[in-house]
Nanobody, 119 residues
Framework: QVQMVESGGGLAQAGGSLRLSCTAS????????VGWFRQAPGKEREFVAA????????SYADSVKNRFTISRDKAKNTVYLQMSSLKPEDTAVYYC????????????WGQGTQVTVSS
C-alpha cells in the first residue's frame, strides 16, 4: 500500500557529512510519522530520528542529537536525514519507515541503504 525507497548511502570519512533521502509512494495519510532506524552487523536495530508528517515535530536518539537533522519536503513526498560529524560508530544499514499508529508501530519499511564511515 505504501512503498518507501531510501537513497544516498555510501562511504564517508570520519568528520564528514552525508544526506539520506526516503521517498514514499502509494496511498499516504496526513497523520503519518516517518522515522529512520539503523542496524549494524551483530547489533539490534535502533531508532535514529522521527518526524511527524503534518506538524514537522522531530525526535532524536541521544547518540545522534546535534549531529543529525531530520526534515521533510511535503511537495516531494520525501524525508531527509542530514548526517554531519560522522563517526565510525554510525556505520550501519539505514532504514526509513512509516507509522500510521502515531509511532506505536512502524508498518511500512524501505529496503535500507548502507552507510560506511571510515577512520
Amino acid at each position: 500500500q505504501v512503498q518507501m525507497v531510501e537513497s544516498g548511502g555510501g562511504l564517508a570519512q570520519a568528520g564528514g557529512s552525508l544526506r539520506l533521502s526516503c521517498t514514499a509512494s502509494g496511498r499516504t495519510f496526513s497523520n503519518y510519522v516517518v522515522g529512520w532506524f539503523r542496524q549494524a552487523p551483530g547489533k539490534e536495530r535502533e531508532f535514529v530520528a522521527a518526524i511527524t508528517w503534518s506538524g514537522g515535530d522531530t525526535s532524536y536518539a541521544d547518540s545522534v542529537k546535534n549531529r543529525f537533522t531530520i526534515s521533510r519536503d511535503k511537495a516531494k513526498n520525501t524525508v531527509y536525514l542530514q548526517m554531519s560529524s560522522l563517526k565510525p560508530e554510525d556505520t550501519a544499514v539505514y532504514y526509513c519507515a512509516a507509522s500510521v499508529t502515531a509511532g506505536v508501530r512502524f508498518e511500512y519499511w524501505g529496503q535500507g541503504t548502507q552507510v560506511t564511515v571510515s577512520s
